[in-house]
């Protein structure tokens, strides 16, 4: 239990840092290697599109390794591609990149069921610890960023000192290889489910559809709010230290929220919250002074504090932990696939336009769709998906 639950808090370090750490870093990462525009919007499309595409590949590695084995080979694969960013080359920064995200991935879309497997009856508790530490990262990644990289001398160097978080992470793993060799052949393997099957189904729509919405969300700002501050005249530093704010926030704002399902039932209503938050942040970045930043801040993390509402509608989507990973593969690969618009286009639109109004504007209606699709995902119950047609 203990190995379980350090096992649990080391991958929610890790599963934010390796993309915050680089956000307050993208202007001086173009200055430093000298790319282009395409590749400034590239960038902080990568995570969500390697999210799409390796997450659904996690099933089928997970029947062979076990969840253990499977998370090992992920913390593995994203601490060899934060120190391949090290290099001071731009096919390194996307090689690199593309590597550690699709660990990420894995990590992603098997965490919700191992959970479910090591913590059945503390599956609410164990999601908003694993969720508070993903902000914990976040939040130190993206306070520590520029100073870390200033201290190297290189903004390259500074991105690859977090690579040591993840080979950290993956040595809680060893033990749980060891007891997925050792346990294998001692009874049938469980029947695979096809991820794409779910998405005939009523529920499958739904928590797809929610997944999409508060993923573009929550990766357009961590990529683009420092590069949105900074070119309102905020020094990098500062803009590093608004997105840690937000980041930060999430962590009460979490508690909160999932004290509201716990205690109250209150799933809508802690729907309602998070997607009113944030499209009241997204508002004050368009109409508040530079100065009152910080708010902005605060309310955009209140407003992404749902994303452990939705991993916890994940977690009770299923019988058996093999439907868990079937819904979560589909949620998080066909959502992520969908949210790389998010980030890719905010970054053209700016090009484009030459300001952030039109983004965030967008962004606010996208708010509203996820409201819609909250409370549409809190009213299901763990019962057979009804098919749609």
Not at 291 to 302: E, F, K, N, R, Y
């Amino acid at each position: 239990m203990v190995l379980s639950i350090l096992a649990v808090v080391l991958v929610g370090m890790n599963l934010r840092a390796g993309i915050t750490s680089a956000s307050p870093l993208f202007v001086d990462l173009q200055e430093f290697l000298g790319y282009g525009p395409l590749v400034a919007a590239l960038l902080p499309s990568i995570p969500t599109l390697v999210f799409a595409v390796a997450g659904m590949s996690t099933a089928w590695i997970a029947r062979r390794l076990g969840l253990g084995g499977t998370m090992l080979l992920a913390l593995v694969v994203l601490g060899a591609g934060l120190a391949l960013r090290g290099l001071p080359t731009t096919w390194a920064l996307l090689a690199g990149t593309v590597a550690a995200m699709c660990g990420i991935a894995l990590c992603n879309v098997a965490m919700p069921s191992f959970i479910r497997q090591n913590f059945a009856d503390r599956i609410s508790l164990m999601t908003g610890l694993y969720t508070i530490t993903m902000s914990v990262g976040a939040t130190a990644a993206s306070a520590l960023s520029v100073p870390l990289a200033l201290a190297a001398g290189s903004p390259t160097i500074g991105l690859a000192t977090w690579s040591f978080l993840a080979f950290a992470a993956a040595l809680a793993f060893l033990p749980f290889l060891l007891m997925a060799r050792s346990g294998e052949d001692t009874g049938p393997k469980p029947a695979s489910i096809n991820p794409l099957a779910l998405i005939k189904t009523k529920r499958g729509m739904v928590i797809t559809g929610l997944f999409t919405v508060q993923s573009l969300m929550a990766y357009s700002m961590m990529s683009w709010m420092p590069s949105i501050l900074i070119s309102r005249s905020m020094n990098a530093t500062d803009a590093g230290f608004m997105l840690g704010v937000m980041q930060a926030v999430t962590i009460p704002a979490t508690m909160f929220s999932l004290w509201l399902v716990n205690r109250h039932g209150m799933l809508r209503g802690a729907f309602t919250m998070c997607s009113v938050a944030v499209a009241a942040g997204l508002v004050g970045m368009l109409v508040l002074p530079l100065s009152l930043a910080w708010l902005c801040a605060i309310t955009l993390g209140i407003g992404f504090s749902i994303f452990p509402l939705v991993l916890l509608v994940i977690s009770h989507s299923g019988e058996t932990p093999e439907e868990t990973t079937a819904m979560s593969t589909l949620a998080q690969s066909v959502g992520y696939l969908v949210a790389t618009i998010g980030p890719f286009g905010m970054g053209l639109l700016y090009a484009v336009t030459g300001g952030w109004s039109v983004p965030l504007v967008l962004l606010i209606v996208v708010a509203g769709i996820q409201l819609c699709l909250g409370l549409a995902a809190s009213g299901y119950r763990r019962t057979t998906p009804q098919r749609v047609g």
